[in-house]
């Protein structure tokens, strides 16, 4: 008789996997309605962009102060009613958007979407309590998967769906995550058993910035962690100028932007699916880490210093790769840390990913705008670009300094560190 235990896993990787895919696609459903229903209720293009923009900073805040709750929670409670709460919430949500009346209901809906989208923290927690420590990265891998088949079929369809009615894709993301939530009710298993649970909900814990000084108590991921952010710093360069450096740049509209980024998810797609896997088990996990990040750093200065449209489409396969890093780190990361913390160090680095995305589109759009209005010490569009690059090429050499060389062979708690 079959073992069942690894069927299980596998379902439940399969739900996890969907609950990533559903809240990336939720977002990539809404970016060509979003500011087009803003516009709706302000009544002009500038004061759309306006609130868009504290759209984004209010949302990052948001899981900023979301993330270590949930993960705290889950490592006191288990995995799963966090997960299944966070999909039930989120198609909630977008049904509190399909029917905003007002802009502070849509803004008032975008702070739950910022509660409850927190659940990659507790995504990738699950992950590691389910998947042997070998095996992690490629499965980190199909978690980043989940990201590029978001946000390639999103904005599509979001755009598609659109033209019949504004409201039309938020109707559809709610069924997507009520449907999700229906399916892991029946189908998650709970991954984290209650021997390995925290023994009780620590509330100083889920302070922010206690979360983020969590991370100092663990020196051997620190450096790590520097990485995670840095990165992801470096990532929000694409939602914070790609639109307009592509109309300035190229003279794309809408249309050449759309296929463009499903370019990039189809990219994102195949880089990890069928790359990050083998990469980790020929290089290893540091060395992957780091050939990723160089990567980023070649694909962005291709976006910067190109000219024309077709020079910056041949920079697409290369950033792609970049896709190796996130999985490698997170691998790296979950071989450091014992189970039952887990999901506090996995809602710390969700806490500054969320610092991220806060920092970075003033910064971006700041120095985007700087180097082509009239006082620009040089007309130098691709500026953002390069500025993403160098933030690559100190996480790359903050990497090859402190990513451990070696690791414990099962996994099964924090490892020496290897300088």
């Known amino acids: ?25 939720a977002f990539g459903l809404i970016i060509p309605v979003l500011p087009h229903l803003v516009e709706e209720f302000t009544g002009s293009t500038a004061s759309a962009a306006l609130w868009i923009g504290v759209f984004g900073t209010v949302f990052a805040a948001i899981q900023f102060l979301s993330a270590p709750i949930q993960g705290a929670l889950s490592d006191r409670y288990g995995r799963r009613p966090v997960i299944l709460l966070s999909c039930l919430g989120l198609g909630l949500d977008f049904v509190i958007m399909a029917l905003a009346p007002s802009l502070w209901w849509l803004l008032l809906a975008r702070v739950f979407s910022g509660v409850f989208s927190a659940s990659f923290s507790t995504a990738n927690a699950y992950v590691a309590d389910v998947v042997p420590a070998d095996a ?26 659109g033209e019949v009615d504004l409201r039309l894709p938020f109707w559809f993301a709610a069924g997507l995550a009520l449907l999700n939530f229906c399916y892991g009710l029946f189908v998650l298993p709970e991954s984290l058993p209650p021997q390995s649970r925290a023994a009780r909900f620590d509330w100083r814990a889920i302070r922010p910035h206690a979360a983020i000084l969590l991370i100092g108590r663990y020196p051997s991921i620190a450096g790590l962690a520097a990485v995670v952010f840095i990165a992801n710093l470096a990532h929000y360069v694409y939602p914070s100028v790609f639109v307009l450096f592509a109309d300035v740049r190229y003279g794309w509209g809408p249309w050449q932007v759309g296929w463009v980024l499903f370019l990039v998810g189809v990219c994102s797609v195949i880089v990890n699916v069928a790359v990050v896997g083998r990469a980790v088990r020929a290089l290893g996990e540091r060395r992957a880490l780091i050939l990723g990040l160089c990567c980023g750093v070649a694909g962005f200065v291709v976006y910067a210093c190109a000219g024309q449209g077709w020079i910056f489409l041949l920079g697409l396969p290369v950033s792609a790769l970049w896709a190796i890093a996130a999985p490698a780190s997170q691998a790296l990361i979950t071989r450091q840390v014992d189970v039952d913390m887990q999901g506090r160090i996995q809602g710390a680095l969700m806490s500054l990913v969320s610092v991220a995305g806060i920092i970075a589109p003033v910064a971006f759009a700041g120095v985007f705008g700087l180097f082509i209005g009239p006082h620009a010490p040089v007309e130098f569009p691709g500026a953002a670009w390069a500025l993403a690059a160098v933030l690559l090429a100190i996480g790359a050499a903050i990497a090859w300094r402190h990513a451990p060389r070696s690791t414990p062979a099962d996994g099964s708690g924090p490892a020496a560190d290897d300088a």
Do not use: E, N
């Not at 690894?6 to 990787?13: C, G, H, T, Y």
């Not at 990265?137 to 999103?154: E, H, L």
């Open 1 to 25: 008789m079959s073992d069942p235990v690894p069927s299980r896993r596998k379902a439940a990787l399969v739900f996890i996997f969907l609950v990533v895919l559903i809240d990336v696609l």
């Open 136 to 161: 992690r990265a490629k499965s980190y891998g199909m978690i980043g998967a989940a990201f590029g088949v978001g946000f390639t079929i999103g904005p599509v369809l979001g755009g598609w769906l």
